[in-house]
């Protein structure tokens, strides 16, 4: 490896203890990248996400007494049409002559603070104007009792004093174990509900019994008897609503719920190329995955006791940048090879450990700091030297806004010449540097 002088981009930016690193970069030249879009036909969407919403919600409303407070629930993910389903909920809840507000379920997430939280549903775009209704968020909870392994169940205390709550969250595959119940209305009712404390007390068994514990939670809150149900919000795999499920009481973390998430699984967004020497991906955040990137996506756990996945196989992994909508919160950083120094800059330590201490083995890995490079160009040089592929020219490498959106990618030219044999695999611009002046390229021609 030979060392060459620092590129413009950095230059007069202190790099603080991480300033060794100043001028460190790979030789080699990355190959071109050309644009291609992989064609996804036939996906089920939903034409009008707020009124299919509403009309779900029609069997609830013999239920709703004049009066009565109604919690909703809004999650920390970036699902596409969150503000819409929670809109309609609210609306349709005003409608039948409920007074109903919305709570963050989200576990510690936001710092594992009630302003925190409030502020990652601002910045999701749900505030009381947006949706229609007052937000009211705390940290603290009510026990509600224990699962036999002694795990306390704790439910957010604004929640528990209200007549009702209705779930809101998106159904679709964990990014940590699988099972009958994964991601969805019990998670979000167990977890995000159960604030830290009782999102630290779940985890706190491990991963494996993970799944185990949300279904006996949730099915401990369920009994108490204000869970109205929820909504179900299903995405296809270009992350647009596939349609808006109701799923009453005695559906959540039972058959009803379970259908949905095998409906979930059979929409997931995938990349469209099995093995990858180097996978790059602009931003990574808690709004795109709990996990900050998809697992799914990029075919990597790393919980302690979980089996890692068949594919896909990549061998190094870049992230470039921390979303804004994450506010500091970089968990699942982890799960990258390489950084640029950059991104140093936008990470809350305190926001991502209390995640990561919260989530237990789901954090222990994926919380450590990959190899810090001096910019994109120096991360993606590192990325390739350290993958195995002698020859460049034949290097398989694939570039990624994010992993909610896997089917929109730049490729090498060894990935273009397989694009150009397939039909489900089209070319939507022309060849250009991946970097420039140390930075990673613009994706349009323009």
């Known amino acids: 490896?030979?060392?060459?002088?620092?590129?413009?981009?950095?230059?007069?930016?202190?790099?603080?203890?991480?300033?060794?690193?100043?001028?460190?970069?790979?030789?080699?030249?990355?190959?071109?990248?050309?644009?291609?879009?992989?064609?996804?036909?036939?996906?089920?969407?939903?034409?009008?996400?707020?009124?299919?919403?509403?009309?779900?919600?029609?069997?609830?409303?013999?239920?709703i007494l004049p009066g009565a407070r109604i919690a909703v629930t809004a999650g920390s993910r970036g699902i596409h049409d969150l503000v819409p389903v929670v809109r309609a909920a609210v609306d349709w809840l005003t409608a039948v002559g409920a007074a109903p507000f919305v709570v963050p379920a989200m576990g510690s997430h936001g710092g594992a603070t009630a302003d925190g939280q409030r502020g990652m549903l601002a910045g999701l775009g749900i505030t009381p104007e947006?949706?229609?209704?007052?937000?009211?968020?705390?940290?603290?909870?009510?026990?509600?009792?224990?699962?036999?392994?002694?795990?306390?169940?704790?439910?957010?205390?604004?929640?528990?004093?209200?007549?009702?709550?209705l779930l809101v969250n998106r159904i679709k595959p964990h990014t940590d174990f699988r099972g009958p119940i994964e991601s969805g209305l019990a998670k979000i009712l167990a977890i995000g509900l159960g604030n830290h404390a009782g999102a630290a007390s779940l985890h706190a068994g491990g991963i494996p019994s993970l799944g185990s514990s949300i279904e006996a939670a949730a099915r401990m809150v369920i009994a108490q008897g204000k869970i109205l149900g929820g909504l179900g919000i299903l995405e296809n795999a270009l992350e647009r609503t596939a349609s808006v499920e109701f799923v009453g009481a005695d559906g959540i973390a039972g058959p009803a719920e379970n259908a949905l998430l095998q409906r979930a699984g059979s929409l997931l967004g995938r990349l469209p190329f099995d093995e990858l020497d180097v996978l790059v991906v602009d931003e990574l955040g808690k709004d795109k995955s709990g996990a900050g990137m998809d697992t799914n996506v990029i075919g990597r756990c790393w919980v302690h006791g979980i089996p890692e996945f068949e594919s896909p196989s990549i061998a190094a992994i870049t992230v470039h940048s921390l979303s804004p909508a994450?506010?500091?919160?970089?968990?699942?950083?982890?799960?990258?090879?390489?950084?640029?120094?950059?991104?140093?800059?936008?990470?809350?330590?305190?926001?991502?450990?209390?995640?990561?201490?919260?989530?237990?083995?789901?954090?222990?890995?994926?919380?450590?700091?990959?190899?810090?490079?001096?910019?994109?160009?120096?991360?993606?040089?590192?990325?390739?030297t350290m993958c195995g592929r002698r020859d460049w020219s034949e290097l398989r490498l694939a570039r990624i806004k994010d992993t909610l959106s896997p089917n929109e990618l730049m490729v090498t030219p060894a990935l273009l010449t397989e694009a150009g044999d397939r039909f489900d695999l089209e070319i939507t611009g022309t060849a250009r540097d991946l970097t420039s002046a140390g930075r990673l390229g613009p994706w349009s021609d323009a």
């Open 1 to 63: 490896m030979a060392a060459s002088a620092p590129p413009p981009s950095g230059a007069g930016r202190s790099l603080g203890p991480f300033e060794s690193i100043r001028g460190l970069r790979p030789d080699g030249v990355i190959p071109q990248v050309t644009p291609v879009r992989w064609l996804l036909p036939d996906l089920p969407a939903s034409a009008d996400p707020y009124a299919e919403a509403q009309a779900a919600l029609e069997p609830l409303r013999e239920r």
């Open 326 to 384: 994450s506010h500091g919160n970089a968990s699942g950083l982890g799960l990258a090879d390489v950084i640029p120094a950059r991104i140093l800059e936008q990470i809350d330590l305190r926001v991502s450990y209390v995640n990561a201490l919260t989530s237990g083995a789901g954090g222990a890995r994926r919380s450590r700091l990959p190899m810090v490079m001096e910019d994109d160009e120096a991360a993606v040089l590192a990325a390739a």
């Open 130 to 165: 947006s949706v229609g209704c007052p937000v009211e968020a705390t940290m603290e909870t009510v026990v509600v009792g224990t699962l036999d392994d002694g795990t306390p169940v704790h439910h957010d205390a604004i929640a528990a004093k209200a007549d009702g709550v």
